[in-house]
């Protein structure tokens, strides 16, 4: 069964830094790329990043581009979001999400598989 | 980036309606174009990939049209459990990005 975990949510003052882990279990982790997907309270849904299998591409939302830095480690099954210089408009559920194959690797991308989500507030 | 813009932005509807909701992307996706229903709390799910296809498990009352750079879903035959806010989200290049939502209500 594919499971996606977030963790490391939290209340931080603005300008302050935060790490969310996404432990993944029940596929071969490095052969999907990943993503992060955010959603402030009461708001859509907000693409934040993604990262191929084999870390060689990463991309971002202008929003937290120089701010944001996505990483994985396929040996321990685990996607990580590095935050830094955070702002209130951070605030936000934020959800590790699968794409359905890694990137270049086929036709139909879509994600399949979502987290639970972690909880991120940003205020003084 | 690619626009998505939705409507409309919400709708009530009865039990057995027909729902359409509209995507318009701001330029040609060809068909790279999902949708994905989210209840409240709780994580988006997948309902249509590549504009029109079911992905699995989901009830064959939701469907997916495209003409041209025009997407819709529709419900035939709306059920209480389909309340919930429902996303398109195209593909085609980065930045990723969705629709502003749609919420369905009885």
């Known amino acids: 069964e594919v499971q996606l975990v977030e963790s490391g949510g939290g209340l931080v003052k603005p300008g302050e830094s935060l790490t969310l882990s996404c432990a993944a279990s029940g596929f071969t982790f490095g052969s999907h790329t990943m993503n992060w997907v955010r959603q402030a309270p009461g708001k859509g849904l907000q693409w934040v990043s993604s990262?191929?299998?084999?870390?060689?591409?990463?991309y971002y939302a202008d929003s937290v581009k120089g701010r944001f830095i996505i990483a994985r480690d396929n040996a321990n099954q685990s996607l990580y979001l590095h935050m830094k210089s955070l702002r209130a408009e951070d605030t936000a559920v934020y959800y590790c999400?699968?794409?359905?194959?890694?990137?270049?690797?086929?036709?139909?991308?879509?994600?399949?598989?979502w987290g639970q989500g972690a909880l991120v507030t940003v205020s003084s | 980036d690619i626009q998505l813009t939705q409507s409309p932005s919400s709708l009530s509807a009865s039990v057995g309606d027909r729902v359409t909701i509209a995507c318009q992307a701001s330029k040609d996706i060809t068909d790279y174009l999902n949708w994905y229903q989210q209840k409240p709390g709780k994580a988006p799910k997948l309902l249509i990939y590549d504009a029109s296809n079911l992905a699995t498990g989901v009830p064959s009352r939701f469907s997916g049209r495209q003409s041209g750079t025009e997407f819709t879903l529709t419900i035939n035959g709306l059920q209480p459990e389909d309340v919930a806010t429902y996303y398109c989200?195209?593909?085609?290049?980065?930045?990723?990005?969705f629709g502003p939502g749609t919420k369905v209500d009885l």
């Open positions: 990262i191929n299998g084999n870390s060689e591409y990463k």
């Open positions: 989200q195209q593909y085609d290049d980065f930045p990723l990005t």
């Open positions: 999400a699968r794409y359905v194959r890694d990137l270049w690797n086929g036709y139909q991308y879509y994600f399949d598989y």
